[in-house]
């Protein structure tokens, strides 16, 4: 089972271009969410969705859009990249309808933004 | 407003004894609550959970002890391996229904031999 994947691993970019951080799960899980972690902080939430076609703003969802159109996927866009962008993301999920289940994490993509 | 406090950015154990995360929240509707683990260029994973109608879970070598009058909960590892050393995140969860997690901002272990 492959779980969260995160495509690309590394980014650098340009202050005022766009990109999409990619995430597809296989384990057929509705729920799945965006995070990012600054250096010596906590993972904060940017974006969810409880499933395709929905999804919701988090704590810092500013300067961010997502889409969810199947199940598996759930991009992440920067249209106008800033310096404050630069970070580690996190895309996670797990299974509706079990609050006891935990979040499953991919192993992030690290932007940084010049 | 911090929610979900690790107010130990590190801690250091001898291999063999008895390595104690500490975390605090503020919230009382938070009714679920995680630790997990995560090495350097790799995701968070999860190590241990516990419900609010508990005050202890136990798995292995990793015991969580919650205590809600105090809003408090801890992660007792023991014995301390080097392959622990790790940062580890505390996490809570259960205030809507879309289980959003909300991290503390992590402990760094060190297990030194």
């Known amino acids: 089972n492959a779980g969260v994947t995160q495509t690309p691993k590394f980014r650098i970019l340009k202050i005022g271009q766009s990109m999409t951080l990619q995430c597809t799960q296989d384990?057929?899980?509705?729920?799945m969410y965006w995070y990012r972690q600054d250096p010596g902080m906590g993972l904060k939430l940017i974006y969810y969705?409880?499933?395709?076609?929905?999804?919701d703003k988090g704590e810092v969802p500013n300067g961010y859009n997502v889409s969810r159109s199947t199940t598996e996927d759930f991009p992440l866009r920067l249209e106008l990249a800033a310096p404050s962008q630069t970070s580690v993301y996190f895309c996670a999920s797990k299974r509706q309808g079990d609050s006891n289940q935990p979040q499953h994490f991919g192993d992030g993509t690290r932007l940084s933004i010049l | 407003d911090q929610q979900v406090k690790q107010n130990s950015p590190s801690l250091s154990v001898q291999e063999g004894r008895i390595s104690i995360l500490n975390c605090d929240y503020t919230?009382?509707?938070?009714?679920?609550f995680l630790w997990y683990k995560k090495y350097p260029a790799e995701g968070p994973t999860f190590l241990i959970s516990i419900s609010s109608i508990k005050d202890k879970n136990e798995d292995g070598r990793f015991t969580v002890f919650l205590n809600k009058s105090a809003k408090h909960l801890s992660l007792h590892i023991v014995p301390s391996q080097p392959g622990d050393s790790a940062v580890y995140f505390c996490?809570?969860?259960?205030?809507?229904?879309?289980?959003?997690?909300?991290f503390g901002t992590g402990t760094r272990l060190q297990v030194f031999p």
């Open positions: 996490a809570a969860s259960g205030f809507d229904n879309s289980d959003k997690l909300i």
């Open positions: 384990m057929n899980h509705n729920y």
């Open positions: 919230n009382s509707m938070f009714d679920y």
């Open positions: 969705s409880v499933g395709a076609g929905i999804t």
